[in-house]
């Protein structure tokens, strides 16, 4: 068998069998669905235990405002005490909470009080703040001689649709809103695996020079293999984690959307958003995101997301390994990993920018240059980059890919076999040029 | 037959120069000792020829044939800086060592087998390197070297870390591998055991061959007809041109005197001109060690 097959295969079983894997492989997809689920379930399961709001109306003009919302388990009732009984009564009701409307002024309503034993949800606030302003203009409008319909009839809504002219002259409907948050991911993943695994690679190779393993291989096999090898191999597990995880993920969220099926439907009513009516822009946008995924081009950005880690990863892998061969221990890498890891920072700094203009010089050179290009570039993929562009693109990271990998294996030949010296830039550019 | 010949190999580095123009001739079957002080160019030589590093000049013949990669299969080396995946389990590392050496899976697991068998160590097998100890691991390594059957084995400072028992276990499969028609290039800093194994050696001093053959030959080359007498009374008005090197009162009642004397002078002809003098309880040619030999061809 080849013997880069062989290390591939060793730093892969290894890896994907320590604990740490297997711990980060289960808590990853559980810290995501988490991220999705939880809010969610959160908002519903306040809402399960019914809860009994008293309402004192000394104004006189609120009475019958309030009914019961059977979904969220509010009722409100409506009590004929002084605010002090309902006070000192209060702690043996089993009431949540109780409102108090004093007599109040209606250009200027001041002393509406909610009292409660706990802080009451912003949901709840804000649903009880909404009905009184409704209330209260609808009472204002009815003073003004001004009725209702025809105050709608004044508010006029406003949308403004966002289609993308592609090179073919197709017309494709865009949304900006779901094309940065699916470039923001794709690019922060891209960041993260490159760094998780990249780190992965440098550890490997302190490993190896720091238990002397090293010469042993390396008199069966040429210290280009050894490098590649062990960075294609961790490149294998970081992709069998990301499968993994999204895996996972799918499975969770099915099966947390099948025990509670009627959050899955409409998370957006359950959010707590208790101020957006109805006719909210936010709410349609959100009621249409699946519509507005359909805009990216999903196939294209899951082979560029796979693309471009890839890409990145075998690109600064390479550079992470020879970083790991210059160093006796984990310590000695810092002076080195601030010029390899430099560029990764910058494009993730500039993403704010870039996605201001994602198709402006900025982006446009920062997805040219291999360095920023796989962090960046994946940014500007959902909003839809020209060919040539995304082809050179990919040309120009290849090359990158060749390129550092051939310093890095000139770098790394040599530091595997030196022990206990400083290595400083001058020493590694001296290796640089050295003979084999 | 000669297994290796590395001729006239150069290798220069930024700032200084590690070989130059070093060639040896290492027999088919023999012990060679590589000798030589710190930063002499001993590892680089060893590299060369494990083709860890390229030589700049000069070419390296093992069974007559080139050295490339192929020949990887026929050497063993055991580094002075050696080591083992920590976290692997015994049988699994054996298992990968040997087969990026060429052997196939199953090849790999019945010669372990054997191995263990023979060093006394079987059910070792699922044990992680780092729950072993250090001799333990020295044991592990030297089957890492020689599982793949290679017709020369490299062995670079083997007995550091062991203990006298398993030296000596270590040194016995070395003189068995030799029996069995392999060649063992053995460096070392440990004159005794050169003395002890040693069929040839090579001495490199500041990156130059300064001396090399069989062992023999070189300690008869180094021979400087000294003889040491034991014997009580004065050696006085000899009729014999000598150089009193060393006088020393030997167990109290007599003396021990190390005398030099003309090259072509036998020991019997010492003897005979001793004997009337005083009287002899001991008389030995004194030949140089390897610690000697070394020393003197260093300075």
């Known amino acids: 068998m080849n013997k880069i097959g062989l290390i591939i295969i060793r730093e892969y079983w290894t890896r994907v069998r320590k604990k740490s894997f297997i711990i980060m492989t289960v808590l990853g997809p559980l810290i995501f669905a988490g991220i999705v689920v939880v809010p969610i379930w959160l908002a519903s399961s306040e809402s399960t235990d019914e809860k009994v709001i008293a309402v004192i109306d000394e104004s006189g003009l609120l009475a019958n405002s309030f009914e019961s919302d059977e979904e969220s388990n509010i009722h409100y009732k409506y009590i004929s005490i002084g605010l002090d009984q309902a006070k000192a009564e209060f702690p043996n009701s089993n009431r949540y909470g109780l409102l108090y409307i004093p007599k109040i002024d209606l250009s200027d309503p001041q002393g509406i009080t909610f009292f409660s034993e706990t802080n009451p949800s912003l949901q709840l606030l804000g649903n009880i703040r909404g009905t009184l302003r409704q209330k209260l203009r609808d009472i204002k409008l009815e003073r003004s001689s001004i009725s209702r319909e025809t105050l709608e009839a004044l508010e006029t809504s406003v949308d403004i649709n966002t289609i993308n002219l592609t090179q073919t002259g197709e017309e494709q409907q865009g949304d900006a809103g779901v094309a940065s948050a699916v470039g923001y991911v794709g690019a922060f993943l891209i960041y993260i695996f490159i760094f998780l695994y990249g780190a992965q690679v440098m550890r490997g190779v302190i490993e190896e020079k720091s238990s002397r393993i090293v010469e042993v291989i390396i008199s069966s096999v040429r210290p280009f293999q050894l490098m590649m090898g062990k960075v294609i191999g961790v490149a294998s597990v970081g992709l069998t984690q990301f499968l993994l995880w999204v895996g996972f993920t799918l499975i969770i969220v099915t099966v947390a959307g099948n025990f509670f099926p009627e959050l899955a439907n409409q998370p957006p009513s359950t959010m707590p958003m208790g101020q957006i009516s109805e006719n909210s822009p936010e709410l349609a946008a959100m009621q249409n995101i699946s519509q507005a995924f359909q805009s990216v081009n999903v196939p294209l950005l899951i082979f560029c997301f796979i693309f471009f880690f890839l890409g990145g990863y075998l690109m600064y892998g390479a550079l992470f390994a020879a970083v790991g061969s210059a160093a006796d221990s984990d310590t000695d890498t810092q002076q080195f990993m601030l010029p390899v890891s430099a560029p990764l920072i910058i494009s993730i700094v500039t993403l704010a920018a870039i996605l201001n203009e994602p198709n402006g010089t900025l982006a446009f050179w920062m997805s040219m240059i291999p360095f920023t290009s796989p962090v960046t570039m994946m940014m500007r993929v959902p909003f839809g980059v020209p060919t040539w562009q995304l082809l050179l693109s990919m040309a120009l990271l290849i090359g990158g890919f060749i390129f550092t990998t051939w310093v890095a294996a000139k770098i790394y030949r040599i530091g595997i076999l030196t022990y206990g010296t400083k290595v400083n830039y001058k020493t590694i550019g001296k290796w640089l040029f050295q003979r084999g | ?299």
């Open chain 2, 1 to 299: 037959m000669h297994l290796l010949e590395a001729q006239h190999i150069y290798k220069r580095y930024a700032n200084h120069e590690a070989l130059r123009d070093v060639s040896i001739t290492i027999p088919q079957q023999s012990i060679f000792g590589l000798l030589g002080p710190n930063g002499a160019g001993k590892t680089t030589l060893i590299r060369i020829i494990n083709q860890i590093i390229t030589a700049d000049e000069g070419r390296i013949l093992i069974k007559g044939e080139r050295l490339v990669p192929k020949h990887i299969a026929d050497i063993g080396y055991l580094p002075e800086e050696r080591g083992l995946y920590k976290k692997m389990k015994v049988g699994e590392q054996l298992i990968y060592l040997a087969r990026l050496k060429g052997l196939s899976r199953s090849e790999a697991v019945s010669r372990i087998k054997n191995w263990f068998e023979r060093l006394e160590i079987s059910g070792w097998s699922e044990k992680k390197i780092e729950d072993l100890s250090k001799g333990m691991q020295q044991k592990i390594q030297f089957i890492a070297t020689v599982v793949h059957e290679p017709d020369l084995i490299i062995l670079d400072e083997p007995f550091t870390g062991f203990d006298p028992v398993n030296a000596n276990l270590i040194k016995d499969e070395i003189l068995k591998l030799r029996e069995q028609g392999k060649t063992i290039i053995f460096s070392t800093h440990r004159m005794e055991s050169v003395e002890e194994l040693c069929t040839h050696i090579a001495l490199i001093n500041k990156s130059e061959k300064i001396l090399d053959g069989k062992k023999q030959d070189i300690k008869n080359q180094f021979r400087s007809n000294t003889f040491e007498v034991v014997h009580s009374g004065a050696i006085n008005g000899l009729d014999l041109e000598y150089q009193l090197l060393q006088e020393e009162v030997w167990e109290s009642e007599y003396t021990k005197s190390t005398l030099q004397v003309a090259e072509d002078i036998s020991p019997n002809e010492v003897l005979l001109k001793l004997i009337p003098h005083v009287e002899i309880h001991a008389f030995q040619e004194k030949v140089p060690t390897i610690n000697e030999i070394f020393i003197a061809a260093v300075r």
